[in-house]
């Protein structure tokens, strides 16, 4: 059984910087992709970005492409997502996921994902 927990969201001022964690069991991370995604008060669950199986990061969205950074710790079964010049618009909740069937490559659909975590608030507010 896949178990995802994320840990790091906060209140941030525009242009500051966050690290969320994503600790997981029940897999390994060299063998699963996990990807992050972010839901805005209002609108659908969209992916930000996608870790695979050999830790090469794709899917990074086009919203936070050079500013959000994935990466991950194998020994300590810990994804993380590196966000910096935070702004307005990424406020929301912060998920990440995981399904056995996304080793190599992560969809972009929500719904293609089985295992989720309960999620972590981040808000960007002056």
């Known amino acids: 059984q896949f178990k995802l927990v994320e840990s790091g969201g906060a209140l941030v001022q525009p242009g500051g910087s966050l690290r969320l964690s994503c600790v997981i069991s029940?897999?390994?991370?060299?063998?699963?992709?996990v990807a992050w995604f972010r839901q805005a008060p209002g609108k659908e669950r969209e992916e930000v970005a996608c870790?695979?199986?050999?830790?090469?990061?794709?899917n990074e969205g086009d919203s936070v492409k050079g500013r959000f950074a994935i990466s991950r710790d194998v020994a300590n079964h810990t994804v993380y997502l590196q966000m910096n010049s935070l702004e307005f618009e990424d406020t929301g909740v912060y998920y990440c996921?995981?399904?056995?069937?996304?080793?190599?490559?992560?969809?972009?659909?929500?719904?293609?994902?089985?295992?989720w975590g309960q999620g972590t608030q981040v808000t960007v507010s002056s």
């Open positions: 870790i695979n199986s050999a830790g090469l990061s794709l």
């Open positions: 029940g897999f390994r991370l060299d063998e699963y992709a």
């Open positions: 996921a995981a399904d056995e069937f996304w080793t190599s490559w992560c969809p972009a659909k929500s719904t293609d994902f089985a295992s």
